[in-house]
């Protein structure tokens, strides 16, 4: 490992030991998660359309039951502006793929900016890419449109360099809540949880990690079990 990049490493960590106490912070004021502490957990399907992304879960065509928590990053009710998330839970050979999207902007640049809006109806990304074989992976939902029994987006997926966005499946939730506790404390982790075929970037992981395990000493409660 080069000197910048032991340097790299370490700014990293610090930065997530950093937002661990902070966070933890948070949690404990709250009791509850430091960000988006409630939400309501919907079934859904991912209706796959098949693609070339070098990861099984995303290529293969069909459909895929999953989870799909919608939230509100700070918890502000509405109609404030919030930053607006979707947190997607899949199963893969007996595993958690969780899958966490937040409303930004989607050009090259503006994908990386959190962006609160007043409604839900906005797209939201992945913000930080998966490495894929292929190469970086960045997700994308856009709002396809709601009913009264069900809520809609089309995943679609590019590239850091790229400016446009290629859709290849396509979410469906109902919008009540999957079980009769509408906000159960399942743990959604993009950094343990990643599909196969994919990684996160280490200086992500260094970030990430610290930062939610501080965050979970204080606010223990966890929900586990399969999709």
Same mark, same amino acid.
């Given at each position: 490992?080069?000197?910048?990049?032991?340097?790299?490493? @370490?700014?990293?960590?610090?930065?997530?030991?950093? *937002?661990?106490? +902070?966070?933890?912070?948070? !949690?404990?004021?709250?009791? !509850?998660?430091?960000?988006?502490?409630?939400?309501?957990?919907?079934?859904?399907?991912?209706?796959?359309?098949?693609?070339?992304?070098?990861?099984?879960? &995303?290529?293969?065509?069909?459909?895929?039951?999953?989870?799909?928590?919608?939230?509100?990053?700070?918890?502000?009710?509405?109609?404030?502006?919030?930053?607006?998330?979707?947190?997607?839970?899949?199963?893969?050979?007996?595993?958690?793929?969780?899958? &966490? *999207?937040?409303?930004?902007?989607?050009?090259?640049?503006?994908?990386?900016?959190? #962006?609160?809006?007043?409604?839900?109806?906005?797209?939201?990304?992945?913000?930080?890419?998966? #490495?894929?074989?292929?190469?970086?992976?960045?997700?994308?939902?856009?709002? !396809?449109?709601?009913?009264?029994?069900?809520?809609?987006?089309?995943?679609?997926?590019?590239?850091?360099?790229?400016?446009?966005?290629?859709?290849? !499946?396509?979410? +469906?939730?109902?919008?009540?809540?999957?079980?009769?506790?509408?906000?159960?404390?399942?743990? *959604?982790?993009?950094?343990?949880?990643?599909?196969?075929?994919? @990684?996160?970037?280490?200086?992500?992981?260094?970030? #990430?990690?610290? @930062?939610?395990?501080?965050?979970?000493?204080?606010?223990?409660?966890?929900?586990?079990?399969?999709?």
């Amino acid at each position: 490992m080069t000197f910048l990049a032991r340097v790299a490493d @370490s700014a990293a960590a610090v930065a997530g030991q950093v *937002f661990g106490q +902070v966070l933890g912070a948070v !949690a404990a004021l709250r009791n !509850a998660k430091p960000l988006h502490p409630r939400g309501v957990v919907h079934a859904g399907t991912l209706v796959r359309r098949g693609a070339a992304t070098g990861v099984p879960l &995303l290529d293969d065509a069909g459909p895929r039951p999953c989870l799909v928590r919608t939230s509100r990053s700070i918890g502000l009710p509405a109609p404030l502006p919030d930053i607006h998330g979707v947190a997607l839970r899949l199963e893969e050979d007996g595993r958690p793929v969780d899958l &966490l *999207f937040a409303t930004t902007g989607s050009g090259t640049l503006t994908r990386y900016v959190l #962006r609160p809006v007043r409604s839900p109806q906005a797209a939201l990304t992945t913000m930080m890419p998966l #490495r894929t074989p292929s190469g970086a992976l960045q997700l994308r939902l856009t709002p !396809a449109g709601q009913s009264g029994t069900a809520q809609e987006w089309v995943l679609s997926v590019s590239t850091p360099a790229r400016r446009t966005w290629e859709p290849i !499946a396509h979410l +469906v939730a109902g919008t009540g809540p999957a079980r009769p506790d509408a906000d159960p404390p399942l743990r *959604f982790d993009p950094v343990r949880h990643v599909p196969a075929g994919a @990684s996160v970037d280490r200086w992500i992981r260094l970030v #990430r990690d610290p @930062s939610y395990v501080l965050a979970r000493r204080r606010w223990p409660h966890e929900a586990t079990g399969p999709v």
